[in-house]
């Protein structure tokens, strides 16, 4: 039984610091949503299930090497021999804007059914993470989230959501009308200040969030970059503000600040113990290269987590 399960696609992940016609020097590592939440999980001490497809090729040993080495549990990992593992190429527009281009269309995880993914529900969680961009990738994708989340429901675990919109994956309407069917099965809901429209009607965060809170979510946490995030719950409602680092890459943020939060949660913080952690976490992602390379291990977070002018001794 793990802590954690979350379900989704990862991808190989070539990074270059400049335009990629140029060509150059380029680093190599994994990303994607699910996997960086489970990874963040795993170095806090929880036992966390990654689970998705991969193609029978280097990609995907990568993926399966890194995942292993970071401890996550790989034990429902799907490999097929006839679809290729997703790829992702982040280069850097000249101007200075980073850019990111997909080769994930009819990747090995883009028809991972719910047969392939119950066996993993059916180990057992004490939470399933899932994402709105495993719902992008396709029908099948979709109904195994939806499956699983009804399942885990049932056995008594709690569903969070992250909203996480990529445009382009789809629009934000497919996104709304595929998104809002799962509601009833999602405890904790995130999402950022702008992609709460797309989950909830309303003119303004309040009347979205009393939308969610109807729809039966019972805790919303909204994200808002630099600028913090916002509890929303059945105790009320209060506005964190971010920890103040030297940005140094911000892709990855919103997932090291949900496996934050989830991980308080696991740990039975309070409403805003949970945000601190999400919010250390986040920050410490905006500090370092990578989605999730710099992120703290179980010991790690008590030396981050002291306040300024303490010393660890
Ligand atoms: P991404 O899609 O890149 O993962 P996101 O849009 O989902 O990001 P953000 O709102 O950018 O998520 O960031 C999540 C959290 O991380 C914020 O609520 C904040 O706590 C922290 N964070 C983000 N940017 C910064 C920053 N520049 N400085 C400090 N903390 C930050």
Redesign the pocket.
């Given at each position: 039984r793990a802590d954690v399960l979350t379900i989704g696609e990862a991808m190989a992940t070539v990074r270059c610091a400049g335009p990629l016609r140029l060509g150059g020097d380029s680093r190599v590592s994994v990303s994607g949503a699910e996997a960086n939440v489970a990874i963040a999980l795993s170095r806090l001490g929880h036992a966390t299930r990654w689970a998705g497809a991969v193609g029978d090729d280097e990609p995907g040993e990568l993926i399966l090497r890194t995942l292993r080495a970071e401890g996550v549990l790989t034990d429902h990992i799907v490999r097929r021999a006839d679809a290729s593992t997703g790829l992702l190429l982040r280069d850097v527009a000249p101007g200075g804007r980073a850019r990111v281009h997909y080769y994930r269309k009819d990747s090995a995880a883009s028809t991972l059914s719910w047969e392939e993914v119950r066996p993993a529900v059916d180990a057992g969680q004490a939470g399933l993470h899932l994402t709105g961009i495993t719902a992008a990738l396709g029908p099948a994708p979709l109904e195994a989230i939806g499956a699983a989340a009804e399942h885990a429901r049932r056995t008594g675990a709690w569903v969070s959501l992250d909203v996480?919109h990529r445009s382009l994956l789809w629009t934000r309407d497919a996104a709304a009308r595929t998104l809002r069917p799962l509601l009833p099965y999602v405890t904790v809901l995130i999402a950022?200040d702008d992609e709460l429209a797309i989950v909830a009607e309303g003119d303004g965060e309040r009347d979205r969030v009393a939308g969610l809170r109807d729809a039966g979510v019972e805790e919303v946490i909204v994200?808002?970059?630099?600028a913090?995030?916002s509890y929303h719950g059945a105790r009320g409602s209060f506005d964190v503000p971010?920890?103040?680092?030297p940005?140094v890459d911000?892709?990855?943020?919103?997932?090291?600040?949900t496996a934050g939060y989830l991980s308080g949660r696991l740990d039975g913080l309070d409403a805003y113990g949970r945000l601190e952690r999400?919010?250390l976490l986040?920050?410490a992602c905006?500090a370092c290269a990578g989605d999730w390379e710099g992120l703290p291990t179980r010991a790690e977070l008590t030396a981050l987590a002291l306040r300024d002018g303490e010393t660890l001794r």
């Open positions: 996480n950022s994200k808002r970059g630099a913090g995030a971010a920890l103040p680092v940005v911000v892709v990855g943020a919103g997932d090291a600040f999400a919010t986040g920050a905006v």
